[in-house]
């Protein structure tokens, strides 16, 4: 589990700066390699930037409403491309095809506020087991 740890990255993106620097710091408590970005568009972005030949999962953490691009639509570009990223959103409220579009990408859905605590198993679990999906997990924990 350490090696997927060190080896995975986790991308962040959300609009407000507080809650950002707040998941980014917990995160790289928990000793993952973290890219901070405040968009959608930033995200797609940095997803196609990791290191070619990387090693370990990718996790993306997103809100869903942000500025640009949304993080349900950057998900959705995401994945087209990677079919092994795990994909977690987030937000305050959310619409019956964001959850049905969601469910289709085998993301999490975290209804903020929720518990941190929640997110750094939900990440933790997702870099231990690349076979896993982000809904399933979500699920049993």
Do not use: Y
């Not at 991308?11 to 620097?21: C, I, N, P």
């Amino acid at each position: 589990m350490v090696a997927a740890k060190e080896e995975g990255w986790v991308l962040l993106a959300e609009d407000d700066q507080a809650l950002r620097v707040l998941l980014s710091s917990l995160l790289r408590k928990d000793g993952h390699r973290v890219v901070e970005t405040s968009d959608g568009d930033q995200l797609v972005l940095a997803h196609a930037g990791l290191p070619a030949g990387r090693r370990g999962r990718t996790v993306v953490v997103s809100d869903l409403a942000m500025p640009n691009q949304g993080g349900l639509e950057a998900c959705e570009e995401i994945r087209a491309q990677d079919q092994s990223v795990g994909l977690v959103l987030m937000g305050a409220f959310s619409e019956v095809d964001d959850e049905e579009r969601a469910r289709a990408l085998k993301a999490a859905m975290l209804v903020k506020p929720f518990e941190l605590s929640r997110l750094r198993r939900l990440v933790r679990e997702l870099m231990a087991d690349p076979s896993a999906s982000a809904s399933a997990v979500l699920a049993r924990i």
